[in-house]
């Protein structure tokens, strides 16, 4: 049988004051980032490690070292700017003429009853088809240039930034709106005073959505039919088993991604500052 | 200018709302309106502001606005309305910015109604930051400025706790002191009905009618003497014996649906 405690005297219980027990802990994990880059720092010894001690094969996972000098020699050479080059500029075109179209849409789903009716109608019935699957459509209507590749990124930002344009503007408390049509403000004054920073903290989530929606379509764009660009680079150096220059393209990648999450984060910073 | 419901009635799809309300309230005069909760009070200072069409009867004006008003009918939110984006001195200029006013008449205009609810100091700041009293002062600035001839108030301290009440309380019965402004005070407080009210109509539960109409004879400044509160008390009991058996009805009611 289990020895147990001797039960403490009722009196006991009733004289000596005792502490309330804590029952508070948890549930509230810190924002502290230390852990995160020692963490990453520590994979990326071992990587190292396992690349100089030779246990792995480098034609199929080079060390980060490798990996460090392709980028720089990439870098020297001027082949990473041009390739880079091209991918920003079918990048930024096409994510600008999706932003914009996307914005004027949305905007006209989220004020107008029949540009409701009639867009969500359209978009519920376009949004799900994966857009790298209109390439070769996109192709046989363009030609074999940058326009198809533009427009297939500009079609995967438009409905995505359609979307949250008009979530955000649905979002828009309506007794604020209720406030301005009662001083007698006028329509369009409504729209830019009142909806349009309203709407905007979910447009801004929308721009980082579609900046990754831009970068996994110019990629895969590149990779189908492209001389220069990331995603062609990246295609090369595997056909040419070129590993160490595969993965710094790799993280050209996510380089450029992260860059562009920075660049969202300080938009929101100083046009949301009053959240 | 007199501010008129004509015979307004109002019913959301199935939903009786209001069923033929008349009243006027005439310039200068503050009119209360109570009833148990859900018996269409905001629903009526909509219509009267303008802001809902009833589906019978009109609200009309009567006689023509103050000259300067910019603005004739201006309401106060029960949840103050105030753009998150903007600072103080920005939503009180915001009502401002769509007039032919000139930017000097704007900023001498934001100044004094900033000045006339205490918020000067505060200009900078962003709604975010301000304590609920603060904000509904912000809301009241806002009004102010646009010179209302009547303002409609919807609920304007029911989001407030009772201390910060009691002080905003104070400010209306200033700033409705010199008879130069009416306003229609929506309110579930009656308390808040009998310090500010000229007159008091007292709405039945759902579809809201006129229940009674009962006047307050003393002016505000001697509502605010000790002396004077046992005839509030008195007024506030008889309000809510005429409001008490439906407010335990439309609380069940509720409670049901």
Redesign the interface.
Known sequence: MLERAPAETPSDIDTKPRPVEFRGAGFMPSTGRASGWVALALVIAVWQLAGSAEWVNPLFLPAPSAIAVATYKLAMSGALWQHLGWSVMRIGTGWLLGTVAGVIIGFAIGLSTLARGVGITFISALFPIPKIALLPLLILWLGIGEEPKIATIALGVFFSTAISVYSGVDAV?R??I?????????FH?IVR??IW??ALPSILAGFRITASVALLLVVSAEMIGAQYGIGAFVLQAGNLMQTDQLLAGVVILSLFGLAVGKLINLLEAKLLH?? | MDLIADHISHRFDALDVLDDVSFTVRAGEVVAIVGPSGCGKSTLLSIL???LRPTGGAAELRGAPPKDSL?P???V?Q?F?L????TVEENVA??L??TALGAAERRRIVEDALRRTGLSDFRGA?P?QLSGGMRQRVGIARALA?KPAILLMDEPLSALDSQTRELLMEDFVRLLADGAMGAVYVTHNLEEAVRLADRIVVLSRRPGRIRKVVPVTMTRSERGDRNAREKLLALQDELWSLIREEAIDAEREVQHA
């Open positions: 408390p007794n604020l209720r406030m301005a049509q009662s001083f007698n403000v006028p004054a005073r009142v920073p309203g009053w959240r | 502001g303008g802001l603005n009918l201006t309401f939110f949840d309305a753009l998150p984006w903007c915001f009502p910015e769509h962003y975010k646009v």
